[in-house]
């Protein structure tokens, strides 16, 4: 069994609005019918490209859309992945619409995947998860910069009377590349 990769997409670019006409039909149908849970594969189907391509390699297709959301000037696609983001399946539809574009944001703590690729964080803000764990406290939140960390640090043990709170010991700090 896998473990899930939790990944968002942010659709953008001047051809936009002739890839949403595409893929949204095909969405809209999946949720009307099962509530989303596109399987990957299914989706390569539709637009006639072998889950063989050279282009989709691995564990390409292992996995499924859970939920969209059109924003009108970008469209968002949540996946949940086998292991890791499976960006090919979308680089290759996009081979058919070459004026799209995006970014995306990944987490797959248990292979240690953070990846953010929206640098300017004019879709995903994020570029860190903290996860403290004290005894039976449990607490995990996302920033968007090292001074929200801290702040949040210093908050909970105070709010906790946490004598001291060890990095890696009781609490983790996991930074989003830019890949």
């Not at 987490?107 to 004290?134: A, L």
Request: glycine content about 4%.
């Amino acid at each position: 069994m896998p473990n899930w990769c939790y990944t968002n997409y942010a659709f953008k670019g001047k051809g936009l609005d002739k890839f949403k006409n595409s893929i949204l039909p095909i969405l809209d149908e999946a949720s009307r019918e099962n509530g989303c849970n596109y399987f990957l594969g299914d989706l390569l189907d539709k637009y006639n490209i072998s889950q063989d391509s050279e282009m989709i390699k691995g564990y390409g297709c292992r996995g499924w859309i859970y939920y969209y959301e059109d924003n009108d000037d970008w469209l968002s696609i949540d996946v949940e992945d086998a292991w890791c983001p499976h960006t090919e399946v979308f680089d290759a539809i996009l081979t058919k619409f070459p004026d799209v574009d995006y970014v995306y944001l990944a987490e797959e703590p248990c292979e240690d995947i953070f990846i953010n690729t929206d640098i300017s964080g004019d879709y995903f803000e994020i570029r860190y998860r903290v996860v403290v764990e004290v005894d039976d406290f449990r607490d995990e939140h996302y920033f968007k910069n090292i001074e929200e960390v801290n702040e949040y640090l210093k908050r909970v043990k105070k709010e906790n009377n946490f004598e001291e709170l060890v990095e890696n010991e009781d609490y983790f700090i996991d930074e989003y590349d830019y890949n």
